[in-house]
């Protein structure tokens, strides 16, 4: 899973192939065909989308990214996500993932016995009251079920104690889709009334100590603590196993702890788009650690060529990294940057930073460096962090009570 491109043209890649008569090379991309002749995308960029990936100092890349245009036959559609594995064969688990999910979304979306198929897509743009949401809610729910399912078969990928996170974006029109496991994270621009580039972020980092999943995972069993050298990174252990310690509380895979609290159920949610939203940006948890939501919407809406926006993006929070962290190794970066209009539609930005460099980068999260998973560590009353009365900690004693 996860083949090179440029390796296997013709020839089978998860769900989709390389097109024969259609190959198109733009930005140095190829251009595969997937389900209901979608165009699909694992590197470069097009009108209205910009993709780049870069490999940390931690071993090999991780991430994966993809990109779905005319999605499951629609030309009015888009399907993005970033998956970020992690554990021994995490790039396995993202890249099967990647390969497998979009199709399977494409499938359901098609197949006349889902419910709700033609709803109104004028309906309330309250996600509660809105049948379009609902309908996609169910269908995202169940695909990311049967993925987790699948996988869990898929005897050539290790995924006992591997997985990924994954956040996905589907766009049709003025309706926007988001699906997110685990701690990636989507991230809105949109235009105040001083044409000023504003952050809106749109979905929650899904980690352990976030009250909601705290609560899940100790009524399962599983234990929420942090190590005395990572005072900060709450982690999930099984009960009476001093392992895996995942750092996230979402995952496809990591079946080890599925039973113990960890589940496959993505948070689903809905934003319907006005003329002031111009893009949105999926990257993997190793840009927003370097960068906050408000440094990411300026970088990308002030670089000139929107075809280098994503790189731009992964190379400023690589810059940030080895600013802020010169003692700690850079993490995997992907970036997925989709645009809502025409490059000649796009509106002059006002800057609110009159330096953006690295040294102004003041990131979003305190967790730098810690691994996503600590397969075998002591976790005796020396070595564990008991949590802090004052701050969540106090939350999770009263759960656990």
Known sequence: MGACCSCHRGAPIGRFDVEEEERRFEEGSVVLRGDAGARVRLEGSSKYMSMYTQQGRKGVNQDAMTVWERFSGDRDMFFCGVFDGHGPSGHRVSHYVRDFLPAKISQLYRDPTAADDDQDEDEDDDENHNPLFLSWKARLTKCFHDMDDQLEKESSVECYCSG??????????EHLIISNLGDSRAVL????????????????DLKPNVPSEAKRIISRRGRVQAMEEEQNVYRIWMPDEDCPGLA?????????????????TPVVSYRKLT??????????????????????????ASVGERSMAAQ??????????????????????????????????????????????????????????????????????????????????????????
């Open 189 to 204: 621009c949109k235009r105040n009334d001083c044409n000023e580039a504003v952050a809106e972020q749109l979905t929650v």
């Open 312 to 401: 731009t993006l992964v190379e400023k929070a690589v810059q940030a990294w080895r600013y802020r962290y010169p003692r700690s190794k850079t993490d995997d970066c992907a970036v997925v940057c989709l645009f809502f209009k025409r490059a000649t539609q796009m509106v002059q930005y006002k800057s609110r930073y009159s330096d953006l460099d690295s040294q102004s980068c003041v990131g979003s999260v305190t967790s730098v460096n810690a691994p996503e998973t600590v397969l075998n560590v002591n976790l005796d009353d020396q070595t564990v962090r008991r949590p802090r009365k004052r701050r969540l900690g106090k939350r999770l004693e009263s759960v656990q009570e």
């Open 275 to 300: 003329e002031r939203d111009d893009f949105v940006v999926l990257a993997t948890d190793g840009v927003w650690d370097a960068l906050s939501n408000e440094e990411v919407v300026e970088i990308v």
């Open 248 to 264: 996230m509380a979402r995952a496809f895979g990591d079946f080890c702890l599925k039973d113990y609290g960890l589940i496959s």
């Open 164 to 173: 990924t996170t994954s956040v996905c974006v589907l766009k049709k029109g």
